[in-house]
């Protein structure tokens, strides 16, 4: 029987270790897209900057001292006050076709003479005008259609 041998026969391993490898990634060592679907690269990076995440939370945080400190030194009347305020001012706005500078907002907390980088580089008017029908917008607002 030396001419004769026997179909070779592909077992595939029964260890845990083994299955797993085969799920992660392919024999080129890159993920299995197929297995794991297709990843994005926006979940992987990291954020751009350490003081990112403090500047995007500085204005909440600045408010929260600034009705703690009012809080001990007038009493409970004044900050609740001055969150009613600014409930009121940040609700006024503009047609919806127009953006609002929100001046009554930024007047209530202080900032109406600082110069941010909010003031300079996040002006919508700089890169072109909409061209929105104020009509069709307030009924979108107003949800009317």
Do not use: W
Not at 23 to 28: A, G, L, Q, R, V
Not at 37 to 45: D, E
Not at 105 to 131: C, H, M, W
């Amino acid at each position: 029987m030396q001419g004769r041998s026997e179909p070779i026969r592909i077992l595939p391993d029964s260890g845990p270790e083994s299955q797993t490898r085969m799920d992660s990634s392919s024999y080129t060592g890159l993920p299995n897209k197929l297995c794991q679907g297709l990843t994005s690269v926006k979940s992987t990076l990291t954020t751009g900057h350490i003081l990112e995440k403090t500047e995007k939370t500085f204005i909440e945080k600045n408010d929260m001292f600034h009705h703690h400190m009012a809080r001990s030194v007038l009493g409970i009347q004044a900050p609740l006050k001055l969150k009613t305020e600014l409930q009121i001012a940040n609700k006024i706005g503009r047609l919806p076709c127009l953006p609002s500078s929100r001046l009554m907002a930024d007047v209530l907390r202080g900032t109406n003479e600082d110069i941010s980088f909010d003031d300079i580089l996040n002006n919508p008017r700089e890169f072109g005008e909409l061209q929105i029908d104020p009509h069709l917008a307030m009924d979108k607002r107003d949800q009317l259609f």
